[in-house]
């Protein structure tokens, strides 16, 4: 005989019956188990209704009978535990339903229809929120999308790149400690909208140990050389002239291209690469939007042909200025001769004549093994002349000891009607020798040598 477990009646089919229209199965999990949703907010008065409701569910016949007397007595005692959840609600509380944020007024939209604004937002808003967003770019002078990526692109090359530099170097010449220069890097680009970050820190780690380790020399020459200049602005340009600005899209051409400049000292190079790297989107987009008040040039950066002049190519188009006694070609470079009649080591070539005459805005030339450039500056120069040999433009040669295969890169605004490309070396001293093995020559118009394109 069946016992009601409940009221344990001793005759048999006695059951209270309930108000369900037939027994139903247990749900798989507890009332408080499982996918949870929340109860709205009721009046009290209908809470103890609810209660009574929910005793139903402690009726054994609500639960289908081919339940164990065991699963029955369970699932009971889960509806009891229901029952005692709902009795112990507390206050409904104006539940927040969705937020929004209008005129800079942030707004809570209440389950009750009613719209909360959140006090102290407008004045705590800036120093919680704002100082963590770059500030945007505008365009204050409208100029084009290209002009604004132009202004932008040489102000931050010289302002914030070789401006950092600069910074740090004042600073290790007052004391050579490395949280000092860190501080003066910080403040110095403070001016500029610098948002501290834990690559920051690593950024100037890479300054200080480049100043620090004997190159203090070729950092101070980075600070205000202008051919690096102008290969940054490149660089910069040519990374964010479809956008205008520098953006988390295009930052990594940013930090690339210049990572790939080739200037005269490649540990700077290495430290401007490092220092770009470390900054982060975060840091380098944060610094920019001063930029845009700039005027810049980068038509050194436009040009639209690059002529290569390496192994017979450059002994066929180029030749010594002074016969034998300016340079003989050695097995794939030019390479200077002794004069003991001055004496000195001499390596002077010229292009041969270009028809018709070129706008050109930048020369690479590729050393050789045995490059050893020293002697003064007046004896190390390229030269753009033209059709009279005027010089229309100059610039000089770096010196020092440099490995076979380095190149240098030299970029600068168009000059036109170029007829030939000179280049001097003469040391004074006569030691050493030099070689050039391979000459790039970049500019806008009509390529004068499609055959030749640059390969270095």
């Known amino acids: 005989m069946a016992i009601d477990p409940t009221f344990g009646r001793p005759y048999e089919r006695f059951a209270q019956v309930g108000s369900f229209v037939e027994a139903v199965t247990p749900p798989a999990a507890g009332p408080f188990a499982g996918t949870l949703v929340a109860l709205p907010c009721i009046n009290v008065e209908w809470l103890r209704l609810l209660l009574g409701a929910a005793t139903q569910l402690e009726n054994p016949s609500s639960w289908l009978d081919s339940l ?129 970050t834990n690559g920051f820190v690593q950024a100037v780690h890479y300054i200080y140990e480049e100043l620090n380790s004997g190159h203090l020399a070729h950092m101070q020459l980075a600070e205000t050389d202008p051919n690096l200049h102008n290969l940054l602005t490149c660089a910069i340009y040519n990374a964010i002239k479809t956008d205008g600005k520098i953006t988390a899209g295009n930052v990594s051409a940013v930090i690339s291209n210049c990572c790939s400049i080739s200037w005269v000292y490649p540990d700077v190079i290495s430290t401007i690469c490092n220092f770009l790297t470390n900054m982060g989107a975060t840091g380098l987009t944060a610094l920019q939007p001063i930029g845009a008040l700039a005027v810049e040039d980068c038509s050194a950066c436009q040009s639209t042909w690059c002529v290569g002049y390496t192994g017979s190519v450059l002994s066929y188009y180029w030749s010594p200025q002074c016969g034998a006694g300016c340079g003989t070609f050695s097995a794939s470079a030019w390479r200077s001769v002794h004069r003991a009649d001055i004496p000195a ?22 050393l050789g093994a045995t490059a050893t450039w020293s002697g003064s500056a007046a004896n190390r120069q390229v030269y753009l002349l033209n059709s009279s040999g005027v010089v229309l433009y100059q610039f000089a040669l770096p010196s020092g000891i440099f490995a076979d ?52």
Not at 90 to 103: E, H, K
Not at 138 to 163: H, K, M, R, S, V
Not at 347 to 357: A, C, D, K, N, T
């Open 68 to 196: 164990s007397d065991s699963d029955r007595l369970a699932v009971v005692q889960q509806a009891q535990e229901l029952r005692v959840g709902l009795a112990g609600l507390d206050t409904c509380v104006n539940p927040v339903i969705g937020a929004s944020l209008d005129n800079c007024v942030l707004n809570l939209h209440m389950a009750d229809g009613s719209t909360v604004p959140v006090t102290n937002w407008a004045s705590q808003f800036q120093g919680c929120v704002q100082a963590q967003i770059p500030a945007p770019v505008t365009n204050p002078q409208g100029a084009t999308t290209d002009q604004l990526a132009c202004d932008i692109a040489g102000w931050y090359a010289a302002e914030i790149i070789q401006g950092a530099i600069r910074a740090a170097d004042v600073q290790f010449g007052i004391a050579n400690i490395e949280w000092q220069i860190a501080t003066a890097v910080s403040s110095y680009l403070a001016q500029y909208g610098f948002v501290l």
């Open 345 to 366: 080591e001499v390596l002077r070539i010229i292009s041969g004549g270009f028809l018709p005459l070129l706008t050109i805005s930048g020369v690479d030339l590729q």
């Open 405 to 456: 295969g380095t190149k240098l890169s030299y970029r600068f605004s168009p000059v036109a009607n170029v007829q030939k490309i000179q280049v001097d070396w003469w040391c004074d001293s006569g030691a050493g020798t030099t070689d050039i093995s391979g000459v790039n020559v970049l500019g806008s118009g009509s390529n004068p040598s499609p055959a030749n394109p640059c390969t270095f």
